[in-house]
């Protein structure tokens, strides 16, 4: 049984009836079957119908993102805005998956040797709640329209907004069984994944579980796609538009009630505008208002579950006991949900927690670094690899910064952010593979050569 909690009050939302074994081997012999037909079709029908299910996700926008409101707390602001940018990642592989799949002729001796792209068959995905629209979409779109199947094993804490998305499927008049939703209980997870019909399969969630799939993975010679958590540093040269530079820190840190992977974690500010900055985030962090995810004025809503707010808040003491200095939160609210407040802490080291830890909450780190050097140095002191954001009025100074900074992706004087367009992923400990742009698409092909003498 899969139980929702509101976060909002910690109150049981519903039930609902998690897959047997024999129901999950039904329902990925599903998606197999309509492997067949899917791959023998057209980009152009596939097409159509990514862009039917897109204009299902908009028709749905304001119901779905209340879902998201009420089962993990994402604030009904963010919510709309994440199921439209589902939809426009629907319509982009739409659009361009012929042309990132398209033959490569490459010479050789033969009269004539090329690279076609084919899919694989069923794909797994393994979606976290913190993003249940977004996340599913940047597996499912590419996936796809590569021809492959997709079966989706979506986090327990989002059942509704996970069967939304198979309504949307359905709605849209998609083939039967392209897309075939997995309620499952995490026992059963290792199941779907030794299922010799699942041919491939991406991951989304926490270093640890990530190990956990891939060794699986791994020991089924199946293709995998992991992208695993973050610290992301985001480094401010005393040189920076340091207003802007504060807006970003603060809109990245918060969103989703800092429940991302790419947001800023750990900020790095060079000496000469230290102060000048931190003060900078603690006006901005204390307008924020934390209330009800479906209140429109909400710009924090509460975490998803208790033991993620308790983790949290070991991390936040943890490092004001090491010698944090805490300039706005830092305390448990009293009453219902799994609120936890803006918290700016300052003159974190490296050897602190904050720094070392993923924060997953709405915890903003502020770091000192005597030049671009110690920033740099601190910025890659971290088993994390994911994202890193560079300020600096020096764009060609940050370009330099930028490829000696240990990430998959890195913004210069803007947001770290995914991008349909754009690929994305980690290294180290957030993982290996790509999704989206055409690296993502080619994920889950056969690169098949072909030599014609």
Not at 186 to 213: H, L, M, W, Y
Not at 291 to 305: F, N, V, Y
Not at 380 to 402: P, V
Not at 407 to 421: E, F, L, M, S
Request: proline letters at 6%.
């Amino acid at each position: 049984m899969l139980i929702a909690r509101n976060p909002m009050n910690g109150e049981i939302i519903a039930e609902y009836p998690a897959l047997t074994p024999t129901q999950m081997h039904e329902r990925i012999g599903d998606a197999d079957r309509a492997f067949d037909s899917w791959q023998s079709s057209t980009f152009e029908d596939r097409a159509k119908v990514l862009k039917a299910v897109a204009r299902e996700l908009r028709a749905d926008k304001d119901r779905l993102a209340e879902l998201m409101a009420i089962e993990m707390g994402k604030p009904i602001k963010e919510g709309v805005p994440e199921v439209e940018k589902a939809a426009w990642c629907a319509e982009f592989y739409a659009d361009n998956a012929e042309q990132f799949l398209s033959t490569e002729t490459l010479a050789s001796d033969a009269s004539n040797s090329y690279v076609c792209y084919q899919p694989l068959g069923t794909v797994l995905g393994i979606l976290p709640w913190n993003a249940p629209l977004w996340l599913a979409f940047r597996f499912l779109a590419p996936a796809l329209m590569a021809g492959n199947t997709c079966a989706m094993k979506h986090d327990p804490n989002v059942p509704a907004s996970a069967a939304g998305i198979a309504e949307a499927f359905q709605r849209a008049g998609a083939p039967s069984d392209i897309m075939v939703n997995l309620p499952l209980e995490t026992g059963n997870v290792e199941q779907a994944i030794r299922d010799p019909r699942i041919r491939a399969v991406s991951f989304t969630g926490s270093d640890a579980a990530g190990r956990k799939v891939a060794a699986l993975a791994g020991a089924e010679l199946k293709p995998a796609v992991l992208e695993l958590g973050g610290s992301d540093p985001f480094v401010v040269l005393a040189d920076a538009d340091l207003e802007k530079a504060a807006d970003i820190a603060v809109l990245s840190r918060i969103i989703n009630a800092g429940q991302s992977c790419i947001a800023a974690k750990r900020v790095i500010v060079e000496e000469p505008v230290y102060g000048t900055f931190v003060e900078m985030l603690q006006s901005r962090l204390a307008k924020l208002r934390l209330g009800d995810p479906l209140d429109k004025g909400t710009d924090i809503g509460p975490l998803a579950r208790a033991d993620l707010r308790q983790n949290l808040h070991r991390q936040v003491s943890e490092t004001i006991d090491a010698g944090a200095q805490c300039l706005l939160g830092g305390e448990l609210p009293e009453g219902p949900g799994f609120f936890y407040p803006a918290t700016l802490l300052t003159e974190v080291s490296e050897t602190m927690c904050a720094f070392n830890e993923e924060t997953f909450g709405p915890v903003m780190c502020v770091t000192r670094a005597a030049d671009m050097e110690e920033a740099l140095q601190l910025a890659n002191e971290t088993d994390y690899g994911l994202g890193a954001g560079i300020w600096t009025a020096n764009t060609e100074l940050a370009e330099q910064m930028a490829l000696r900074i240990d990430a998959g992706q890195v913004a210069i004087n803007g947001i770290v952010k995914t991008d349909p367009r754009l690929p994305s992923g980690g290294i180290k400990r957030s993982g290996y593979g790509r999704e989206l742009g055409p690296h993502g698409i080619r994920e889950f092909v056969n690169a098949k050569q072909l030599w014609i003498a």
